[in-house]
């Protein structure tokens, strides 16, 4: 009576240790088996950790070499079973790994590099920038975070009353004495202080002696604010 065999006819002759009866094979099989389930096992923890569903490209590495190990368990046997439900396990799970791979590759391609990222950061002196303005209520950019812009400004005399319906403004008086005007109250800033006028809020600046102050406002930020 035939023992089922029908591999071991054609290849036992080329590849006589495929079917040697050793111990070493047990731990074959249990070596497969144990990667192949323990992939099950590594995702669960894995998505426990999270608090939510992933599948690990670990996992995909452990089914593959799992299934692999498997299959040539399964032709040791040479059980015509056992052999169809491993043969095509290596190939798909193959196939997952080489688009896993791919994604990886597209994943760092768009990342921006360094070299793109923009400009190298520098020190920007407060004390040169300053020397370098000669007029009056004429705002400089020094530097940008953002959607935000860092101006200098030397102020003399008083402003026109405004208001920025859409901006929040920050002055931050650097040297001398700056006054803002409220329609209910009014704000006095020497150096080093700073103060926020919310949008909406209507005030006019007034520098009795020079001052100079930086501004930090969002970019297109109408220096007259919402007033023609």
């Given at each position: 009576m ?10 036992g002759?080329?590849?006589p ?5 050793s ?31 992933i ?31 491993f ?24 990342k ?66 700056l006054?803002i ?13 700073i ?7 209507e ?6 002696k ?19």
């Amino acid at each position: 009576m035939s023992d089922g065999s029908f591999l071991e006819p054609v290849l036992g002759s080329a590849l006589p240790w495929l079917y040697l009866d050793s111990a070493v094979w047990t731990g074959v099989g249990l070596l497969g088996n144990g990667m192949f389930s323990t992939r099950f096992l590594y995702q669960w923890l894995h998505s426990e950790r999270k608090k939510k569903l992933i599948v690990p490209p670990a996992f995909w590495y452990l089914s593959f070499w799992g299934s692999s190990i498997s299959l040539l368990y399964a032709i040791h046997l040479d059980k015509l079973p056992v052999i169809l439900a491993f043969c095509f396990l290596p190939f798909l799970y193959a196939r997952n790994i080489a688009l896993l791979r791919r994604d990886q590759r597209l994943e760092e391609q768009e990342k921006p590099s360094a070299a793109v990222a923009g400009p190298a950061p520098e020190v920007v002196s407060l004390k040169d920038k300053f020397a370098e303005i000669t007029e009056h209520w004429q705002p400089r950019v020094i530097a940008r975070v953002q959607d935000m812009e860092v101006k200098l400004a030397k102020l003399r005399g008083d402003f026109v009353w405004h208001q920025h319906e859409k901006e929040d403004e920050l002055f931050w008086v650097h040297q001398g004495q700056l006054r803002i005007e409220l329609r209910n109250g009014r704000l006095d800033l020497g150096p080093g202080e700073i103060a926020v006028i919310p949008r909406g809020v209507e005030h006019q600046p007034i520098a009795e002696k020079e001052v100079e102050v930086v501004l930090i406002e969002l970019q297109g930020t109408r220096q007259t604010g919402d007033n023609t």
